[in-house]
């Protein structure tokens, strides 16, 4: 009984956490939190008492990865967790699947195309898909430029509607 009591903080505690990071915004597309991306792996209370946040890079070498570690541990120390261990998990690799609905759906409504399929590599990604118009929906789109706004955008325009929109190609 004090053990299923026990049980019942510590989830409880965990569920805090990772309503925390999901306050987090993701640095290049402010609209999706870190949770919305899926690359928090893991929350975790340990035995000891000692909170470890695992985190999956979106891809090895993207920028935004060191400012969302900086992220994670300011919010962690805002809130009474300065000692959680902030642990890389780098396997399996993040893919665009780990992208939640949610993140779907926000990233139609702020314009930007969302990712379409499993990629093994965002390189691979945005040379061979099809990527579809965020706001008409036509799929007769061009690249117009191979970077947006941040590096890990590339600028498309859409041939039906004539829009300008960036899609992610990182993710
Ligand atoms: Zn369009």
Not at 100 to 106: F, G, L, S
Not at 133 to 157: D, L, M
Request: proline share 8%.
């Amino acid at each position: 009984m004090a053990a299923l009591i026990a049980d019942q903080a510590t989830a409880a505690r965990e569920r805090a956490v990772w309503e925390l990071l999901a306050q987090v915004p993701d640095p290049e597309i402010p609209v999706l939190s870190i949770v919305d991306l899926g690359i928090v792996r893991h929350v975790r209370h340990g035995a000891d008492g000692r909170l470890s946040i695992g985190l999956t890079p979106t891809y090895s070498g993207c920028p935004a990865t060191e400012v969302i570690r900086s992220s994670v541990r300011n919010a962690l120390e805002k809130h009474g967790h300065a000692q959680a261990a902030i642990e890389e998990v780098l396997s399996p690799p993040w893919t665009s699947d780990w992208l939640t609905p949610e993140a779907h759906r926000k990233l139609a409504a702020f314009g930007i195309a969302p990712p379409e399929g499993a990629v093994s590599s965002p390189k691979q990604l945005w040379r061979a898909t099809v990527v579809t118009c965020p706001r008409c929906g036509s799929r007769a789109t061009a690249r117009v430029s191979e970077f947006g706004s941040t590096p890990c955008k590339a600028h498309y325009q859409c041939s039906a509607c004539r829009e300008p929109f960036d899609y992610f190609k990182c993710l």
